[in-house]
């Protein structure tokens, strides 16, 4: 069982930025791809971002491209969601998820390992 734990989230201006943090219980965490979704209220989870277990591979979602950028530190087993440039359209619970070897999958069910969440809230 691997627990994720997400940290960094709050109320931030339309324009600002924000760095949530998702560290794991995992030893072998540098082999585990993760993934960042995201759920507003009423609205389905859709995906945000991930990286591969080999940090080779970056993936973004077309509405944060360009904006955010999504990184690890596997001797601190985090990692890391950078969001500059934020907008109300933005705000949502954040969660990262983990999967054994995954490289850069967008799809839920692909991971296993799911934290709590962030809330995010971008004021206009």
């Known amino acids: 069982q691997v627990h994720m734990i997400e940290s960094g989230g709050g109320l931030v201006q339309a324009g600002g930025s924000l760095r949530l943090s998702c560290t794991a219980s995992?030893?072998?965490?540098?082999?585990?791809?993760v993934a960042w979704f995201r759920q507003a209220p009423g609205k389905e989870r859709e995906f945000v971002a991930a990286?591969?277990?080999?940090?080779?591979?970056?993936k973004y979602a077309d509405s944060v491209k360009g904006r955010f950028t999504i990184f690890r530190d596997n001797a601190e087993n985090a990692v890391y969601l950078k969001m500059n440039s934020l907008k109300p359209e933005d705000t949502a619970v954040y969660s990262c998820a983990a999967g054994r070897y995954r490289a850069g999958n967008s799809v839920p069910t692909e991971y296993n390992f799911w934290g709590q969440g962030t809330q995010v809230t971008v004021s206009s």
């Open positions: 990286i591969s277990w080999s940090a080779s591979i970056t």
């Open positions: 995992e030893r072998f965490f540098s082999t585990y791809g």
